[in-house]
């Protein structure tokens, strides 16, 4: 009766900060009228948000709330926890305020994203590749060693303002990392798009014979099928995991069903990451841990992730079995992708979640305001 949710302490609690979130409402608003009142900027509290467009070139600052995707931008003032009210004190939460309209709005705790020109949507230390949202329609600075392949200008496909899109017939991403890049501890790939194939290569490493020959050597592969199953290629031998299905895979993949889906109306944003010191994988989804598992191989076999001579690859894949091999591209819109050769932690992935779909609603409502316009 005392503590649980509906308990009197925590009714108690709850009451107090209603109060306050009142109050504090009531001093923003009359600093507001104060201001019309008066038309002195000594009234004139917050911090001036602006919108990402042409005319505000890399003078831009936004808010963006993530349960409901709302972005204040242009006519809206951030008020940051600790600013000074007059006949108030300092404010307890955060708040977005328009004096035009008398909009006063309390933002959720840890429920929203402040972004700025030259912000890092993501962690930026250890990362390989980098399609991010920010820096899309320029393939020179994912990284080093990077090269596209298959986007010729007027096909309709690479950067389209709002994403990158591969054409499921020769376009994809290929990555060679530096031989002092050392990815035998662990890496993290994050993987965010949208499409309606039923099969999508992620990540892969392979190996061809030769340019005029079909014969592979496939050192690992990452995959999404039928939309919502996730795929991994672990080694060429067994691989002991409670992931491992003998009835329908061979004993060397993983696989985990239904961790979502990519033909959302929003995509889905897949995060996985390998501790090789632990033989662990994780999958997360949309920010959210999904699970993990432990295998008793890991890609190792045949130099397998620290083989530098077989490139990374995004989009592109092969299938098959005894040297008789189809190679496999896919049909997707990338909102942004990310190669580490570390493990991020939960933390971290979620903040990299949130940035960066953040931003990417913002690029999405500004296109559609200048089609507007």
């Not at 632990?278 to 992730?305: A, E, F, H, K, P």
Request: glycine share 8%; charged share 25%.
């Amino acid at each position: 009766m005392l503590t649980n949710d509906n308990g009197i302490l925590m009714q108690a609690q709850k009451a107090k900060e209603e109060t306050e979130i009142a109050s504090e409402k009531e001093a923003i608003q009359l600093t507001i009228i104060n201001k019309e009142s008066t038309n002195n900027n000594k009234y004139n509290i917050g911090e001036e948000l602006k919108d990402r467009t042409l005319a505000n070139g890399d003078n831009w600052k936004i808010v963006s709330v993530n349960d409901t995707k709302k972005i204040y931008g242009t006519g809206y003032y951030y008020i940051n926890k600790g600013t000074n009210l007059e006949n108030y004190g300092e404010t307890k939460y955060e708040w977005i305020i328009n004096y035009d309209t008398g909009e006063v709005e309390k933002l959720p705790e840890d429920g929203y994203i402040k972004l700025a020109y030259g912000d890092n949507l993501a962690v930026t230390k250890g990362i390989i590749l980098n399609v991010d949202p920010i820096n899309m329609g320029n393939s020179d600075s994912w990284g080093e060693g990077v090269k596209v392949y298959g986007i010729q200008a007027g096909d309709g496909y690479g950067w389209n303002k709002t994403e990158f899109k591969l054409d499921g017939v020769d376009d994809y991403i290929e990555v060679y990392p530096k031989q002092d890049v050392n990815v035998e501890n662990g890496l993290t790939f994050e993987f965010y798009a949208k499409s309606s194939e039923d099969y999508i290569a992620m990540l892969g490493k392979t190996l061809k014979g030769n340019t005029d020959s079909n014969v592979y050597s496939n050192k690992f592969r990452m995959q999404i099928r039928s939309y919502h199953d996730f795929y991994c290629c672990m080694s060429s031998n067994n691989c002991e995991s409670d992931w491992v299905d003998n009835i329908n895979t061979a004993a060397h993949w993983i696989k985990k069903k239904d961790i979502g889906t990519l033909n959302a109306e929003d995509g889905g944003y897949l995060t996985m990451t390998a501790d090789i010191d632990n033989n662990t994988i994780s999958l997360y989804w949309n920010g959210n841990y999904v699970d993990s598992t432990t295998c008793s191989n890991i890609w190792m076999t045949g130099g397998g992730l620290t083989d530098y001579n077989i490139p990374f690859t995004v989009g592109f894949n092969v299938q098959g079995t005894d040297n008789k091999y189809t190679e496999k591209y896919s049909k997707v819109d990338i909102y942004a992708c990310r190669l580490y050769n570390k493990v991020l932690t939960s933390d971290e992935v979620k903040a990299n979640y949130d940035k960066t779909v953040a931003y990417h609603n913002v690029l999405v409502q500004s296109e559609k305001e200048d089609g507007e316009n």
